[in-house]
């Protein structure tokens, strides 16, 4: 989905995927089917979803339900 780079890895069932995005890149709108939990460690984006917007910059803790469009 436009990272530059990304790895993921399983931990005891649960996937902690990390990547890395160009500045100034936007993303077509999606969904995951799962829950997510974002931790925003360096860096910045705004998360455009249907309910709200978002300013995500370090230490933010970002939590979307599983199929929430954004």
């Known amino acids: 989905m436009g990272s530059e780079r990304s790895r993921t890895r399983a931990v005891d069932g649960l996937l902690v995927p990390e990547a890395r995005f160009p ?3 936007v993303l077509e709108r999606h969904v995951h ?6 931790v925003m ?4 984006f705004d998360h455009v979803g ?8 370090p230490g933010t803790v970002l939590i979307e339900p599983a ?4």
Do not use: F, K, N
Not at 41 to 44: M, P, Q
Not at 50 to 57: E, F, I, L, N, W
């Open 23 to 25: 500045a100034e890149v």
């Open 33 to 38: 089917e799962g829950p997510i939990v974002c």
């Open 41 to 44: 460690l360096a860096g910045s």
């Open 50 to 57: 249907d309910r709200h917007t978002r300013d995500c910059t």
């Open 67 to 70: 199929g929430d469009p954004h």
